[in-house]
Structures are given as structure tokens and as C-alpha cells.
């Protein structure tokens, strides 16, 4: 045809067709090219709820896709107000990287408020500070030995328990008592200082972890396989083992979290006479009005002090030397 550049015909084709692009095929581009660059424990969060868009809305294409699609897949997946609220923001994500491709000029996720869909955001849970006497039981609990060391460590330690499942050996020098935690993109570097009890309680670990380079690997031969051979156990092993000693046993013992321990250390520390801003850095918390970089070797043997002499309380609860 004269006056037409097939060149030009060309590009445009194809730039239309990029347009036409499915949710399925933005949600490969996003992954690939935003995903892999955010923190793990973000990636982890976000790459489920990828999964719960593309299964309700993969077959459409970017520009398909209205405000009252994206309250049907909340409404469909009946989670918790805390997991609404991801998979919100998660697909908000995804549709501003859709705009930036100019897939679509405008994001469908503007102006859906999920207090209009749920409510109001539920009260916050209180943190539970277990007594002395229901740690006497905990401490003693008859569970599965690992899973004991596992609880002991996280009291003794005041890590994060996804910190203590995803952690390896290489990073435990147990001649030099130091737990070295590498900097991540969600923290600084830092070192735990290992009371002479818990350096106990992670050699007990190192013989049970035989050639894992985990400190807890996977107990489920199925779990490793898909790691390609090793893995740390499940986020959830060591809040469904408390539950499940809970439901069992049915101690006297109110029900809590593995992230409660992190609040009962500090607080049975300041009784200890433990400092505030030593229990606060015991916990890797950062210090309000502290400026520049934290260094993680500040106050390590203030902190290798106050965890060496933490475990006075576990004595006091009626702990063995075991």
C-alpha cells in the first residue's frame, strides 16, 4: 500500500500486543524483575499472594482488570484482616509496575479501602509475658527434645524465630561462644554472645543437625528434596509444637507465641537489673536518638554480661543444667 511505512506498521503491531499482555504474564515480568530485588521475608509474603491473584485473574489481560475485580479476589479469599491487607498492597505493587510498563495509565487498587470491605483493623494483640512458674513448665516441657533446645535457645536468646530456623552453622563459633548474624537487607550485622548453658544447648543442636548446614533442618525428607537436598524446617514447626504441648499436656500455661518470648526476656531482664538500653540492644532493637550506623560490635560485652547472667533466671524457674 502507498504511503505506508512497514516499519512503523511493525512497531506499532507489536507494541499493541505488549499491551494486550495477561495478568499471568505481568505477574512472570513483576517477579522477575521487582520481586527478586525486595527482602526474602517480604518476597515470601508477597510471592503467596502473586499466587492467589494469578490463579483468580491470570487468564485476563492487565487491562481486563477493574477496581471491582480486585475486591473480589479479597472478598473470595476469606483471609485475616493482616493477610487482606498484603494481599492488597501485593497487587497494588503489581498493577503500579503494570503503569510503569504503560500497560494501563491508571491502577485499579486506587481507592479500594479495606475497612470498607472488612471493617475497621482489628485490636492488636497483646503480647503475653509467661510467668516464672508457667516458664518452670515450659522450660521442662515434654516435647521432642530438639523442640525443648529449640524454645530454651529462643528464651535464652531473644532472636526471632524465623532468625533461629533459617540460621546456619557456618555463622556459630562455639569456642568463641558468638553467634554471628549477617547483614541482610532488613539489618545490620551483629553478634549474639552465647552463655556457657546455651553453648551447651547448640552442641546438643550440632549433633542432631549431623551434616545439615542448618542449625534445624527439615525432618520431612520431602521438604529437603525440594531444596535440593537440605533444608530448615517450617516456619510453623516451633508455634504448632508449643500448641501442640498445649492441646496435649494442657499445662498451666496461657497460650502464647514464639514471639512472646522476645518480650517475657526483656522484661524478666529489667528485673534482673538489666539496663534498658541493654535489653533493648539484647533484643537488636535500635535505640531511640541513636544516630549513624549501629555497629554490632557496640556494647557486645555489656550484652555478653547481661545474656551471661539471663540465665540466673532460668535457675530461678527451676531449670536443670541440661
Not at 547448640?202 to 545439615?212: G, I, N, Y
Request: charged share 25%; hydrophobic share 40%.
Amino acid at each position: 500500500m502507498q504511503g505506508r511505512n512497514p516499519a512503523a506498521d511493525k512497531q506499532k503491531a507489536k507494541s499493541t500486543a505488549a499491551k494486550d499482555w495477561s495478568v499471568r504474564e505481568l505477574v512472570k515480568d513483576y517477579r522477575a524483575k521487582k520481586l527478586v530485588n525486595l527482602a526474602d521475608s517480604t518476597q515470601v509474603s508477597y510471592g503467596r499472594h502473586l499466587k492467589r491473584v494469578e490463579k483468580k485473574l491470570g487468564a485476563l489481560t492487565v487491562r481486563e482488570i477493574e477496581a471491582s475485580d480486585v475486591v473480589a479476589v479479597i472478598e473470595a479469599s476469606s483471609l485475616t484482616w493482616g493477610e487482606s491487607n498484603m494481599l492488597l498492597i501485593t497487587t497494588k505493587c503489581l498493577f503500579t509496575h503494570a503503569c510503569g510498563k504503560r500497560l494501563i495509565s491508571a491502577n485499579p487498587c486506587h481507592g479500594i479501602m479495606l475497612s470498607a470491605l472488612l471493617g475497621g483493623w482489628p485490636p492488636k494483640r497483646q503480647r503475653l509475658m509467661p510467668t516464672r512458674d508457667e516458664l518452670h513448665l515450659l522450660l521442662n516441657a515434654g516435647m521432642r527434645r530438639r523442640n525443648v533446645l529449640t524454645i530454651r535457645v529462643l528464651l535464652a536468646t531473644a532472636v526471632r524465630s524465623a532468625e533461629l530456623y533459617k540460621a546456619k552453622w557456618e555463622n556459630v563459633d562455639l569456642d568463641e561462644a558468638r553467634w554471628h548474624f549477617p547483614k541482610s537487607k532488613t539489618g545490620t550485622a551483629m553478634d549474639i554472645p552465647l552463655a556457657p548453658m546455651v553453648v551447651g544447648w547448640f552442641t546438643e543442636l550440632r549433633e542432631m543437625a549431623a551434616e545439615s548446614a542448618y542449625m534445624l533442618p527439615a525432618h520431612s525428607r520431602g521438604r529437603a528434596a525440594m531444596q535440593g537436598g537440605d533444608a530448615h524446617v517450617s516456619k510453623d514447626t516451633i508455634r504448632e509444637a508449643i500448641g501442640y504441648w498445649l492441646d496435649a499436656e494442657k499445662p498451666a500455661v496461657r497460650r502464647f507465641t514464639p514471639h512472646d518470648l522476645r518480650s517475657t526476656m526483656k522484661s524478666h531482664m529489667r528485673a534482673l537489673g538489666v539496663p534498658r538500653d541493654i535489653s533493648e540492644m539484647c533484643l537488636n532493637y535500635k535505640l531511640s536518638g541513636v544516630e549513624g550506623i549501629y555497629d554490632r560490635h557496640t556494647y557486645f560485652d555489656e550484652r555478653k554480661e547481661a545474656l551471661e547472667n539471663w540465665p540466673t533466671f532460668f535457675w530461678l524457674a527451676g531449670l536443670a543444667p541440661t
